[in-house]
């Protein structure tokens, strides 16, 4: 089982920064990708940033320049930077871990960490 709790998230307003957190816990090991997804309000979930284990990261098209994905292997902590935040970046936003286990890749989230960007 693997664990993955979020933290950094908060009210910020609009052109500010947030720094979100995901330390994973339990059995972490063959991980194919961690990365982050967020859902706004009466919308679906989508992906934000994904850092693969060969260090590739892919971005959605609408934070390119402004968000960083990074990972600290020691801590097994993936991080967000968060820049040049707009009102749509509002939202949860949710960890998430893909591993690769005998009968297949699983994929883990955690409960969120809410994004609220002011005007």
């Known amino acids: 089982q693997v664990q993955l709790v979020e933290s950094g998230g908060g009210l910020v307003q609009s052109g500010g920064s947030l720094r979100l957190s995901c330390a994973a816990s339990?059995?972490?090991?063959?991980?194919?990708?961690m990365g982050w997804y967020r859902q706004a309000p009466g919308k679906e979930r989508e992906a934000v940033a994904v850092l693969s284990s060969g260090g590739s990261t892919n971005y959605a098209d609408s934070v390119k320049g402004r968000f960083t994905i990074s990972r600290d292997n020691a801590k097994n902590t993936v991080y967000l930077q968060m820049n040049s935040l707009k009102p749509e970046d509002t939202a949860v936003y949710y960890c998430?871990?893909?591993?690769?286990?005998?009968?297949?890749?699983?994929?883990?989230w955690g409960k969120g960490t809410l994004v609220t960007v002011s005007l």
């Open positions: 339990g059995s972490i090991f063959s991980i194919n990708a």
């Open positions: 998430n871990l893909v591993v690769s286990r005998w009968a297949g890749a699983i994929s883990y």
